[in-house]
């Protein structure tokens, strides 16, 4: 299994951005990375994969390395409402199962 | 509102005991996922079924067994209960069960166990 590597915990203020790193070093190239994030009490909400390109959507934007061996999810300005924890792993060709680890608790300063 | 439905939100029961938890898919998904979240251990990958076949299996312990049925809700069977099985129980479905396809969870079942 591909193996991921998240800080545990990330502080931002309201309304800057937000870079929440990840390694996946032993990614294959068939795998998607994924990013998911949980708030209080929810379950689990997908927030955006890609395969190589770097990708944009309504929630945010996700920078892939070259080499794919990492990539950073962009929250352009953070909101209270963005506090989370914030799951990342690669899936799909290879990888089978999505298997989320433990993610990176974001808090946000108001 | 992510479109699946889990019941019961809230169980408590006695060790010993067994309990079914129940997954409504989002409509048109055909491959059900489900994950325990405790606290120690974070979100566990269970069972994955599609179509109502079981297609993967994670870390699931015996006692405990999973079906999908024709309309394609699913339901957890949760047998012999312990303390440790308390936790967080969260259904998940996607179209096709490609694992480059994104999930859609519920909201989750709460179980305590007693």
């Known amino acids: 299994d591909a193996k991921t590597t998240q800080p545990n915990s990330m502080e931002s203020n309201e309304e800057e951005p937000v870079h929440l790193p990840c390694n996946h070093s032993?990614?294959?190239?068939?795998?998607?990375i994924h990013w998911y994030r949980q708030l209080p009490s929810q379950g689990p909400e997908y927030v955006i994969h890609?395969?190589?390109s770097n990708v944009n959507n309504r929630m945010a934007s996700l920078a892939i390395a070259e080499d794919r061996k990492s990539s950073t999810l962009i929250l352009h300005r953070a909101t209270l409402r963005d506090a989370a924890v914030y799951y990342c792993?690669?899936?799909?060709?290879?990888?089978?199962?999505?298997?989320f680890g433990k993610g990176t608790k974001l808090s946000v300063k108001p | 509102d992510s479109g699946v439905t889990q019941t019961p939100k809230h169980l408590i029961t006695a060790t010993g005991q067994r309990v079914t938890l129940r997954c409504s898919p989002r409509s048109g998904d055909l491959s059900v996922y489900w994950y325990q979240q405790s606290l120690d251990q974070g979100l566990q990958f269970l069972i994955q079924?599609?179509?109502?076949?079981?297609?993967a299996k994670g870390n699931i312990l015996e006692r405990f067994s999973a079906q999908q049925f024709p309309d394609l809700h699913s339901e957890l069977n949760l047998s012999s209960l312990e303390l440790g099985d308390s936790a967080l129980y969260f259904c998940a479905s996607n179209s096709q069960g490609a694992y480059n396809s994104p999930l859609h969870f519920g909201n989750g079942t709460r179980l305590t166990v007693t």
């Open positions: 890609g395969l190589t």
């Open positions: 032993t990614i294959s190239g068939t795998d998607y």
């Open positions: 079924y599609y179509n109502g076949e079981e297609r």
């Open positions: 792993f690669p899936s799909g060709g290879s990888q089978g199962n999505l298997i």
